[in-house]
């Protein structure tokens, strides 16, 4: 089993940064890749960045490209979102998962930070 936390959220003016982490624990080993998502009340969970375990490959989402990056220290088992430049329609709670296979979905999910982003 894996586990993964979140931490870094908080409140922010627009145009500002904040870094997300995500540690994980337990079996990494079984961990192909990490995922950043985010939620808003009454509105889908949209996809924002993922980074593979193994060789750090990054995709991200179309609406944070050039202003978030995605990164991961593998001493400590633990994933970054590096947030700059937020506007206010990034406010939401930001969830890590992680996915134990390329074909598998992203299945551990951790308990969410809120980012709120202030105009």
């Known amino acids: 089993q894996v586990q993964l936390v979140e931490t870094g959220g908080g409140l922010v003016q627009a145009g500002g940064s904040l870094r997300l982490s995500c540690a994980a624990s337990g079996r990494t080993s079984s961990i192909y890749a990490i995922g950043w998502f985010r939620q808003v009340p009454g509105k889908e969970r949209e996809f924002v960045a993922t980074?593979?375990?193994?060789?750090?490959?990054?995709s991200y989402a179309e609406s944070v490209k050039g202003r978030f990056t995605i990164s991961r220290d593998s001493a400590k088992d633990t994933v970054y979102l590096q947030m700059n430049d937020l506007k206010p329609e990034d406010t939401a709670v930001y969830l890590c998962?992680?996915?134990?296979?390329?074909?598998?979905?992203?299945?551990?999910w951790g308990q969410g930070t809120q980012v709120t982003v202030s105009s």
């Open positions: 980074i593979t375990w193994s060789d750090s490959g990054t």
């Open positions: 998962a992680a996915r134990p296979g390329r074909l598998y979905s992203f299945r551990t």
